[in-house]
């Protein structure tokens, strides 16, 4: 059974901490990614590496940063948390070699209020 | 990015009808496209994809429909179930996509 798991499904932190979000998969998947999800908005891509040691800018990387250090981990950070970053944050992986390689697999996300 | 809407924000339907969830899409280079369904304090589950080079694709209870001319993406669930309460999004695109706000469905039993 596929999981990808994130390490807080709620956090609380103050304005300008810095805050680190984990994320793994056991899929062995070669992609993954992180998004914010705001009402009405939509799911917005922060940040996607397809490769270990390996990241691109989506469409809304300021203020945050990543880490792929594993093939199987990827760290979204928070270097200065400001209000506008409270949000639900989502982690998701993919196999591109795979039968349903366009398919991203989702973790449960993170609840994330900057005070 | 990409803008990819939803017709309606909310939507509800009695149980055992057929829901219709729409979407447009504006990139027409697009080469998939996904539904996922989320429900509350959950992340999103993938539940039926599509080609660009197909117009119709049918899963258990679920029927996507494209049309490329229009850009045009609909969900259709047969016999709705109060567990098919949920947030519904397109997605497109191919290795990147690009979301939907959303449509929430409400089963009223």
């Known amino acids: 059974d596929v999981k990808v798991t994130q390490s807080s499904r709620y956090l609380v932190k103050r304005t300008g901490e810095k805050v680190f979000l984990e994320c793994v998969q056991d899929?062995?998947?070669?992609?993954m990614f992180w998004y914010r999800q705001d009402p009405g908005l939509g799911l917005r891509l922060i940040y996607f590496?397809?490769?270990?040691?390996?990241?691109e800018k989506g469409d809304i990387p300021e203020g945050y940063s990543v880490s792929r250090e594993k093939k199987e981990r990827f760290s979204l950070i928070l270097e200065s948390a400001s209000t506008n970053q409270t949000s639900m944050y989502l982690c998701?992986?993919?196999?591109?070699?795979?039968?349903?390689?366009?398919?991203?697999?989702f973790g449960p996300g993170t609840r994330l209020t900057v005070l | 990015g990409e803008s990819v809407g939803l017709h309606l924000p909310t939507l509800s339907v009695q149980e055992g009808d057929n829901s219709i969830i729409n979407c447009a899409y504006s990139n027409s280079a697009s080469d998939y496209f996904i539904w996922y369904k989320q429900e509350s304090g959950k992340g999103p589950q993938f539940i039926i994809d599509i080609r660009s080079n197909m117009d119709k694709r049918q899963g258990q209870r679920v029927t996507v429909l494209l049309n490329k001319t229009v850009k045009h993406l609909s969900l259709q669930i047969a016999a709705t179930q109060p567990g098919d309460s949920a947030v519904y999004f397109c997605?497109?695109?191919?290795?990147?996509?690009?979301f939907g706000t959303g449509t929430s469905l409400t089963v009223i039993p």
């Open positions: 590496s397809y490769d270990v040691k390996m990241k």
């Open positions: 998701a992986s993919s196999d591109p070699a795979g039968a349903g390689h366009n398919e991203q697999f």
């Open positions: 899929m062995d998947h070669e992609n």
């Open positions: 997605a497109e695109g191919g290795n990147q996509f690009y």
